[in-house]
């Protein structure tokens, strides 16, 4: 690096606010060092979704086969726009809308609709936590609330079958039987053959019970019904932890995420260990790698491929524009990037041997097919894993091992949602939210708002509306359209030779220029195209109309509408507002290279250099040599 670009990334290193400083206004912080940046990305990029949905999908679209469509979508759309949004923020030092409304005020819509995203996010992801933690406090005891029938919670159909490899005694000569209605051991194997269909199809296990009779309570008429206010004491400690976590902005939360982010991966690797142990694993590893490659020719299992790479990279979201704003001008955010994106990967990949190998030993001990007993979502999580646990000699120590994973999994993706959607409020009013104890009632009021607005999904009809919201709140249709409008208006009104001019301003060299025609034609493209074909095949309505009444399809409909909308609606207001400044980046950006051209292509000039108006040479003389000044070059 030259002596200029050392001086240029001090005086952005002790947090230049590019503002006019106010009495009482705080300086925007910064990450303390570069692995406090690291971590709190990989705390929110790898969550449950690389444990409960990956290793699902992996196996159900066609096993190891599935990695070909998976690597398609993340190198053409994942990294390139994963990349492009922490660019972003780094470049502007901005959250998630106020980037966009510097680079181009005309897009700033852009950045409202991935912040109404992280507002479904904030809402309704920390059910999940809650849930955890009620299970948490339950894997204390012994045995296992979900491992019997003799609770009073279950139904007459309730059937719990006693594993050999938990119970060998059960299956000794002359043992007893009795809970099974007095039945010997010698005649157990009788007692299933004369099962009829009829009963087959009406019986539940106790982990069904206990996840539908015990937690969600589940109402079978219509409407929310009351809340259930042990599970929404479970979500108000959930919103306490995750309030002290990042109540004093990065200070704490950089400190956190050292133990957050970090100790899901023993818990991981302590039940890998203990998985492939187990008799039966390597039939769960077979079935969930075994390669189907007539899979390939399944548009399915693309769109599924895609879907899965837009959810885990936490893209469309803002969250990376606003952890990226944290960093110091000069980092090296593109190698960052693409060493959280090999890390997401490789997690969801390890986490498929640590799922399936207890999948397995289940399959094994109780002698029904893989196919029986995988799950995804919260079925994996909550019926399918404690099914497992449950078959293990010192089942509670394993139980609380697993729960713990998946609060912690969960806790810090949450609380990054929470500093997102914080940052991106305080970069909007800086001169009111950057002061002395104003950042504390800020998450505080988003805390309490929040909370509130969870009650309704501790309801008894509370299981069917977070259904709806994890489908149509961040859905696939939102998430695509999002990240095709952020790649063009990078690449083709901002311009896409522009921001590489930015990127090797900050990094010290360009990119690869792969990235650049993924930003102007692949991403955007594969994005339309996967969307035409979502829209062609789904029909949630008929689906989810069950589950919430008649109102579902209109519940979708919002929940769908309400980012999207808000592209249009600021395009309307930029045009009323400053017509002749629409795609005008802000005076306070930096740029090295004004007078080259924004984008060429195959060495062609397609926009040239764009002029700032209002601007004489006067005054832009006047402006560099202040800006030269600043930073300690006469």
């Known amino acids: ?78 990294i390139p726009v994963f990349f492009l949004e922490t660019a972003l923020g780094q470049y502007t030092s901005e959250g998630g809308v106020t980037a966009w409304r510097k680079i181009c005020p005309m897009f700033e819509g852009v950045g409202i609709a991935s912040q109404v995203i992280v507002i479904y996010l904030n809402i309704y992801y920390i059910v999940v936590l809650a ?155 077979k079935y969930y790698l075994k390669p189907n490659f007539s899979k390939l020719a399944e548009p399915n299992v693309w769109c599924d491929a895609g879907t899965q790479v837009f959810f885990s990279y936490a893209v469309c979201q803002g969250v990376l524009t606003a952890l990226g704003s944290y960093n110091k001008y000069n980092n090296n955010c593109y190698k960052d990037c693409l060493v959280l994106c090999c890390l997401n990967s490789a997690t969801s990949i390890f986490a498929g041997f640590a799922v399936f190998s207890i999948i397995g030993f289940m399959a094994h001990d109780l002698n029904i097919p893989i196919s029986d007993v995988t799950a995804s979502g919260p079925g994996l999580a909550f019926i399918a894993y404690p099914r497992a646990l449950s078959l293990l000699p010192g089942s509670s120590f394993w139980a609380v091992l697993f729960f713990l994973m998946i609060l912690f999994l969960g806790l810090d993706s949450q609380f990054v949602c929470v500093e997102s959607l914080a940052t991106a409020i305080t970069d909007l009013f800086p001169s009111r939210l950057r002061r002395p104890g104003a950042r504390e009632i800020l998450v505080l009021v988003i805390a309490v708002t929040c909370f509130l607005l969870g009650l309704p999904f501790v309801t008894e009809g509370g299981i069917g509306l977070f259904r709806i919201v994890d489908t149509f709140g961040p859905s696939g249709t939102s998430l695509l359209l999002i990240a095709c409008a952020e790649t063009l208006v990078v690449s083709w009104v901002y311009g896409a030779d522009r921001f590489y001019d930015n990127i090797e301003d900050m990094i010290g060299y360009r990119p690869s220029p792969v990235l650049k025609y993924c930003w102007m034609f692949v991403t955007p493209l594969i994005c339309v195209a996967t969307l035409l074909y979502n829209l062609a095949t789904d029909s949630p309505q008929s689906v989810y109309s069950e589950l919430f009444g008649s109102s579902a399809s209109t519940i979708a409909a919002l929940l769908i509408a309400t980012p999207l909308i808000c592209i ?27 007078d080259k051209p924004v984008l060429t292509l195959c060495n062609l000039v397609i926009f040239q250099a764009q002029r700032r108006p209002n601007r004489n040479p006067e005054e832009r003389n006047t402006k560099t040599a202040e800006e030269l000044t600043s930073f300690g070059i006469d």
Request: hydrophobic share 40%; proline share 6%.
């Open 1 to 78: 690096m030259t002596e200029e670009t050392d001086k240029r990334g001090s005086a952005e290193e002790h947090g230049q606010d590019k503002q006019d400083p106010e009495e009482g206004v705080q300086p925007r912080g910064k990450w303390a060092n570069n692995m406090e940046f690291i971590l709190s990305m990989a705390g929110e990029i790898i969550g449950l979704g690389n444990v409960w949905r990956f290793p699902y999908l992996c196996y159900k679209n066609g096993g190891g086969v599935f990695l070909i469509p998976y690597c398609v979508f993340l190198f053409c759309c994942g």
């Open 131 to 285: 849930w955890a933690i009620f299970y948490l406090i339950n894997s204390f005891k012994s045995p296992l609330p979900w491992s019997s029938c003799a609770n009073p919670w279950n139904t007459d159909v309730c059937f719990s079958r006693p594993g050999l490899f938990a119970n060998p005694e059960l299956f000794n000569k002359d043992s007893n039987w009795s809970f099974l209605h007095n039945i010997s051991a010698s005649g157990y194997e009788d007692y299933y053959s004369n099962f009829n269909e009829t009963f087959l199809l009406k019986v539940s296990s106790p982990e069904e019970e206990f996840w539908e009779n015990r937690v969600l309570r589940m109402s079978h008429g219509s409407g929310l019904g009351d809340v259930h206010w042990d599970l929404a004491l479970c979500l108000l400690f959930a919103w306490v932890i995750c309030y002290f976590c990042i109540w004093k902005g990065i200070k704490t939360t950089g400190k956190v995420v050292y133990f957050t982010a970090t100790f899901p991966y023993l818990m991981l690797f302590i039940l890998f260990i203990r998985g492939v142990t187990l008799p039966g694993a390597a039939d769960g590893l």
């Open 568 to 594: 249009p609606v600021y395009i309307f207001i930029a045009l009323r507002r400053d017509p002749n400044n629409m795609t005008t980046p802000s005076k306070d950006l930096r740029q090295v290279s004004p």
